[in-house]
């Protein structure tokens, strides 16, 4: 589930939940060998860190999985380096890739988020839809869960850790592999979808605030912003500057359908920002607004802020030629938001699962 790209990073793992093991086979270049299991199936396979030249073929397998199990989600090379380069990442600590001779069949990589309270992770990953169900899923998360405990254990051993998997409703092989491994239910998100071309409500103003759009020079504001907003939201952590630009400021963004609500004092006290991703508007051939954050500080909450900045929002995509705007929403949100996307004409799709496991 991309729509919205809710505050915890998103991960998929394809169907994969059959509990048979494959014994891999390593070539002595210093790569940790995984231990001989039990197994119906010998395969000769090996593994390695991954590196940023595996770019173009994760890109390939994540289009060969999404082609098997559909989820509206569409990766270019670009969004796949992004995701590899990210603050959260080192792949040689964090990552594993599966691979047939020189053929990338399989991977998993572990994101952290910073937080003070916990170790959190996300996995992300992916098993090639030919390979799937002959154990090679299990492996990449327990190989992951490894690595996950490692790296806390290194750098902060006084946080308890998390590591969470992202698993959309259609992808109910991954679920039960999320199980099988002892990650548990935390929490559903809902995908919503707005179909531009049905009538708009008016843009409403809101009594003491300025409802503009986005520029770059609101970015520090409006990270402040952020991070008092989502400070009551499950799974969120404050961003620094750096976090801010590579999350929500990056390649995806789109200002020009961005919008704020400042008030008398000159603060940004509510914000819309929406994404735009190109392999998405080019595999379905029409223009998809994503929905980034919406927020608004808690004491200017129940004031209408996030109608109106949503409005101008979907007024200024329908302009210019988008077919449909979506975004995510925690099911469980404590400023029960997805009933104001629901007055705004957004309505459910799918969910995703959030599995969490704790160490």
């Known amino acids: 589930m991309r729509s919205g790209r809710p505050d915890a990073q998103i991960v998929r793992v394809p169907a994969d939940a059959v509990a048979t093991q494959l014994v891999f086979s390593i070539a002595d270049r210093g790569e940790t060998r995984w231990s001989p299991l039990p197994t119906v199936e010998v395969m000769h396979l090996h593994e390695r860190p991954l590196r940023l030249d595996d770019s173009a073929a994760i890109t ?100 308890p850790g998390e590591l969470r998997m992202w698993v959309p409703e259609q992808r109910v092989g991954t679920a039960a592999l999320a199980v099988a491994q002892g990650f548990a239910t935390w929490r559903w998100f809902l995908r919503m979808r707005r ?12 009594a003491g605030y300025a409802i503009r759009g986005y520029t770059d020079a609101d970015s520090e504001a409006t990270r402040l912003a952020y991070n008092a907003s989502f400070a009551d939201h499950w799974g969120s952590s404050p961003r620094d500057p750096a976090r801010w630009r590579e999350d929500v400021v990056g390649t995806s963004f789109r200002p020009e359908h961005s919008y704020l609500a ?4 000159g603060a940004v006290d509510g914000f819309v920002m929406v994404d735009e991703f190109v392999a998405e508007t080019e595999t379905f051939g029409f223009r998809t607004g994503y929905v980034h954050l919406v927020g608004t500080v808690r004491s200017a909450r ?10 101008r929002a979907l007024t200024s995509m329908a302009a210019d030629g988008y077919r449909r705007s979506e975004l995510g929403v925690d099911a469980a949100s404590p400023t029960e938001a997805g009933r104001v996307y629901e007055r705004l004409g957004y309505r459910p799709v799918d969910r995703s699962q959030v599995f969490g496991r704790t160490f």
């Not at 179909?195 to 809101?206: K, R, T």
């Not at 129940?302 to 409005?311: C, E, F, N, V």
């Open 60 to 159: 390939a397998l994540l289009r060969a999985v999404e082609q098997a199990e559909p989820t509206d989600e569409v990766y270019s090379e670009e969004d796949v380096v992004e995701e590899m380069s990210g603050q959260g990442i080192d792949l040689q600590r964090g990552s594993v890739a599966v691979l047939d001779g020189d053929d990338l069949i399989a991977f998993g990589a572990v994101n952290i988020t910073p937080s003070e309270e916990e170790w959190r992770a996300n996995l992300f990953g992916a098993v090639h839809p030919e390979r799937s169900r002959r154990g090679i899923g299990t492996r990449i998360v327990q190989l992951s869960v490894d690595q996950a405990t490692a790296w806390r254990d290194a750098d902060r051993p006084d946080l």
């Open 195 to 206: 179909e531009l071309a049905e009538p708009l409500p008016a843009p409403a103003e809101v």
């Open 262 to 265: 400042v008030g008398d004092t």
């Open 302 to 311: 129940g004031k209408g802020i996030a109608s109106a900045l949503l409005t």
